[in-house]
């Protein structure tokens, strides 16, 4: 039996398939890394083991260094029901998602995410080309997950930070400088 790249299946899937059809050929600017490396949150954020136990990087979300993570905001033990957060390799984090679901509705839109200190947000002009892959992803969410993609990726981002956005500042503030 293969490794499994995560304990998350949702995950699994998509490794699934970006391994197949190619890493930022489905989603601009996204690639799975490897599942919980801390690297970049210990070298850009914080080293302190409160903050690095609950949180779990597993994605590229810029080609210029940011990523996403999911954030243990409570002991749940089923990791498919976590927030994604993002690092912006500019600095800022927010929650951008309530659950990987929506994080792949969200790379539907097929356009990097832009984070800075204050938000962070998609956008794509409507001449820009989708990537290759983009129509296998879109056939990939709705075969597996029944979901659409994300066609105004701010009412996700919206409704993440209404329901988290704030709770998860709080709770990040006495980690970061």
């Known amino acids: 039996m293969p490794t499994q790249y995560s304990p998350v299946a949702e995950l699994n899937l998509l490794k699934e398939f970006q391994d197949r059809v190619g890493y930022e050929y489905y989603a601009d600017g996204f690639e799975l890394t490897e599942y919980g490396d801390m690297s970049g949150l210990v070298a850009g954020w914080s080293d302190d083991p409160e903050f690095t136990s609950r949180l779990i990087p597993f994605a590229q979300a810029t080609g210029g260094g940011s990523f996403y993570a999911l954030w243990r905001l409570d002991d749940r033990t089923d990791a498919a029901g976590l927030p994604v957060v993002v690092f912006g390799d500019e600095g800022g984090q927010h929650v951008v998602a309530r659950n990987p679901r929506e994080l792949f509705q969200l790379l539907g839109f097929d356009a990097e995410i832009s984070v800075d200190w204050d938000e962070a947000y998609y956008y794509r002009s409507e001449d820009d080309p989708h990537s290759d892959r983009h129509d296998e992803y879109v056939d990939w969410l709705d075969r597996h997950f029944g979901l659409p993609v994300a066609n105004d990726p701010a009412a996700v981002l ?20």
């Open 158 to 177: 919206v409704a993440a930070q209404g329901e988290l956005g704030q709770r998860f500042a709080n709770w990040a503030k006495p980690f970061l400088p």
